[in-house]
T-cell receptor
Framework: DGGITQSPKYLFRKEGQNVTLSCEQN?????MYWYRQDPGQGLRLIYY???????QKGDIAEGYSVSREKKESFPLTVTSAQKNPTAFYLC????????????????FGEGSRLTVL | AQSVAQPEDQVNVAEGNPLTVKCTYS??????LFWYVQYPNRGLQFLLK??????LVKGSYGFEAEFNKSQTSFHLKKPSALVSDSALYFC???????????FGAGTTVTVRA
């Protein structure tokens, strides 16, 4: 079955540590996204990538980094510079750059919950 | 700039009654509108979308949504709610000229038996 796999589902981190969240998709989608979800705030875009070896900052990129070395993979690193990293992180993908014929509908993974101790 | 507002944090209905979850949007051009549902500690699941054409859109699990351009709204509806519809619902919008989706804050729906 095609889909998006995020790992780990739960992750605990000590302050000052970097952590990397994995996101893999086998949907053959060109575009991938990372969102952060906090209670009552909806989803906020961290980073997105339209093609391999290219990515752009979203609305809340500070303290995060990404890479896109393969079409299938878009890992997110939460660095020690992120002041409040405890959150639910969602990875998503879409067919490609949205336009008149491509509605840009997102497909989501099951999420990773990061807790800073 | 594009944005979405979901004016109700919570909606409570009895099983079997109609369910409505409200959404208003703001875009500079023609909107692409989406509804997603999220169950606890899970990812978002796509329910339905409006791109163009008929203002009444039918989606998964018996949900439908009505696009109203004059009121810039895209309310989600279900004629007869089920307890299993209890979840967090998100409205999202994308301008034709922008491929990023903007999400509302979400509405928690509780359906009581």
């Amino acid at each position: 079955d095609g889909g998006i796999t995020q790992s780990p589902k739960y992750l605990f981190r000590k302050e000052g540590q970097n952590v990397t969240l994995s996101c893999e998709q086998n949907l053959n989608h060109d575009a991938m996204y990372w969102y952060r979800q906090d209670p009552g705030q909806g989803l906020r875009l961290i980073y997105y990538s339209q093609i391999v070896n290219d990515f752009q900052k979203g609305d809340i990129a500070e303290g995060y980094s990404v890479s896109r070395e393969k079409k299938e993979s878009f890992p997110l690193t939460v660095t020690s510079a992120q002041k409040n990293p405890t959150a639910f992180y969602l990875c998503a993908s879409s067919i490609g750059v949205a336009g008149r014929l491509n509605t840009g509908e997102l497909f989501f993974g099951e999420g990773s919950r990061l807790t800073v101790l | 700039a594009q944005s979405v507002a979901q004016p109700e944090d919570q909606v409570n209905v009895a099983e079997g009654n109609p369910l409505t979850v409200k959404c208003t949007y703001s875009v500079s051009g023609n909107p692409y509108l989406f509804w997603y549902v999220q169950y606890p500690n899970r990812g978002l699941q796509f329910l339905l979308k409006y791109i163009t054409g008929d203002n009444l859109v039918k989606g998964s699990y018996g949900f439908e949504a009505e696009f109203n351009k004059s009121q810039t709204s895209f309310h989600l509806k279900k004629p007869s709610a089920l307890v299993s519809d209890s979840a967090l619902y998100f409205c999202a919008v994308r301008d034709l000229g922008d491929y990023k989706l903007s999400f509302g804050a979400g509405t928690t729906v509780t359906v009581r038996a």
